[in-house]
């Protein structure tokens, strides 16, 4: 009798026990959700900052400069004695010249390192090379700048006499050599998600390894490629450092890559580093080349996603 009630405290107490535990498992069920929506919210509100901050000041700046000799103007000399300039034609060249240098040596590259890791490395050959591959992309984009300066440029001087120390060439390949990992990576994750047996019927038809991987598998990963090539436009788009050290302080509205130039970021790195009062036109000019450049990066974004969904295939 004793132990049937004891049994029966026993159980009410447990009934006691799960009940408490339920409430708790419910509060921290309303709980976890919350946090994590004021997690992700960070990242949301500190975008809505940045682009509110830039329109503000820009628009201080619009307010100073005319928005068509800002958009058109072919002088940028914003430090000039008697009467700045402000046109930003110039910086966009001087980005573009070093951005189209750098695609031209990092697709080809990339690509033909995708198509190898993914169609003719091996299990092992591609573990030690990918991460080798991947080791460019986390060093410093400072330590890229020098190595632009005090290797790449020398040597490109005694191919092209005519080089200046500054200039668009020396910059431009080894922004090429930075964003190629991403490429390659992207490239190759895209290429591997292709069906083997893609892969396979084309062999059984045929057709040669470089014939499956240049009509069959290429075609199939098109739109992870594209997307990889168009962010790795993105990313060297706004490289700072590299053009900053290499590239030179000369803005120029020309096609002349062997002379020294000016790009967007590297102007802004001039401007931040003290040469201009807070509040002045200057000061001011930076937060509208900047929001020049957002504009420039969320276009590539944005392409680069379009064409993902355009061209993407699902097995």
Known sequence: MAQKRLTGHSSVQELIAKSSNKKHKKMIEKIIPI?????????????????????????????RVRITDFLFGTEWFPFANTEQLFGILPLIAGTLKVTLIAIIVAVPFGIASAVFLSEYASDNTRRIIKPILEVLAGIPTIVYGFFALTFVTPLLQQIIPGLKIFNALSPGIVVGIMILPMIASLSEDAMSSVPKSIREGALAMGSTKLEVALKVVLPAALSGIIASVVLAISRAIGETMIVSLAGGSTPKFDFNVTDSIQTMTAYIVQVSSGDAGYGTTIYYSIYSVGFTLFIFTLLMNFIAHVISKKYREEY
């Open 35 to 63: 946090i994590l929506l004021l997690i992700a919210s960070v990242s949301v509100l500190t975008t809505f900052g940045i682009v509110f901050t830039l329109i503000v000041e820009t628009g201080i700046f619009f307010s």
